[in-house]
């Protein structure tokens, strides 16, 4: 593969953002999600740990 120009290689990646922004909402609406989820779980899990003391380990 030749090496591109900066120019070039900046326009592919506007054009792939652009492609992935398009396809995106939907996933990215779900992921979100899913991740805000984990963050809930992580959050519980921690609150727990917490609650149960350091003599539990």
């Known amino acids: 593969m030749t ?6 290689e900046h326009e592919l990646k506007k ?12 996933e990215r ?7 805000e989820d984990d963050a809930d779980e992580a959050l519980q ?3 727990h740990a917490r609650d149960e ?3 539990q380990c």
């Open 3 to 8: 090496p591109m120009n900066n120019q070039e």
């Open 15 to 26: 054009r792939d953002l652009k492609q992935s922004a398009e396809q995106a909402p939907a």
């Open 29 to 35: 609406s779900q992921s979100m999600q899913r991740s």
């Open 45 to 47: 899990a921690f609150l």
């Open 53 to 55: 003391g350091p003599n």
